[in-house]
């Protein structure tokens, strides 16, 4: 059975994974086996990243581009290929959120995210697939929101392009699966990253709100996300398509009393 989950000779491109959840699913994949190749825009922050995986044991690959420049992520893409190897594994993680109301919200403002967040993924996925298509082989994991599903102040653009991401998702699946290509998304809840730490304090209302809205009753810890990245990218998953598993504790299936309430 852990055959099934073994990554071992594969190579998965992570992108935006210098931080947080990105890097929380890239050493899951490496602890599975995987061989890492990371993308980020931030070269203090790519620094800092290779040092911490280099320093708890991974090999790591480094890239710095942007994911909505497509000819630069196609000159990445073909050189991964050409220097390291095949990429097995696509985990389209790099996004950006802009808190805002709608109606207060300049139109470039808006586009930025969705060229980042939409865009960026299908670039991404298109560069990757050119070489997936002829190996008959390959995973590729667009990381969602519940913002896929649900609506919230101030996060318009964000939840318009994961819902978006969503159908890309799913019309990946439809046009790639013929070629045993797996594209699939996660949609994580909310999570104890450095962006929520600001909020993730006692008495803090958001915190509060957070915990009791979520039955597991607590914020999901970045680790929580690597065991569903390693089923997607494995053996495992080799008949689940266009599917979206969310990593939230339960907070999209109930609308129902607190958690801390009996």
Known sequence: ????????????????????????????????????????????????????????????????????????????????????????ILVNNAGIIKRMPLKDMDVQEYRKVIDVDLTGPFIMAKQVVRHMIPRNEGKIINICSMMTELGRDTVGAYAAAKGGLKMLTKSMATEWARYNIQANGIGPGYFATSQTEPIRKDGHPFNDFIINRTPAGRWGDPSDLAGTAVFLSSKASDFVNGQIIYVDGGILATIGKPANED
Do not use: C, W
Request: charged letters at 25%.
């Open 1 to 88: 059975m852990s055959s099934l989950f073994d990554l071992s000779g594969k190579r998965a491109l992570v992108t935006g994974a210098t931080h947080g959840l990105g890097m929380a699913m890239a050493k899951g994949l490496a602890e599975a086996g995987a061989e890492l190749i990371i993308n980020g825009t931030t070269p203090s922050r790519m620094e800092n990243a290779v040092e911490e995986y280099e320093r708890e044991g991974y090999e790591v690959h480094s890239f710095l581009f942007d994911v909505t420049d497509e000819k630069k992520a196609a000159e990445h893409v073909d050189q991964v290929e050409k220097e390291i190897g095949p990429i097995n």
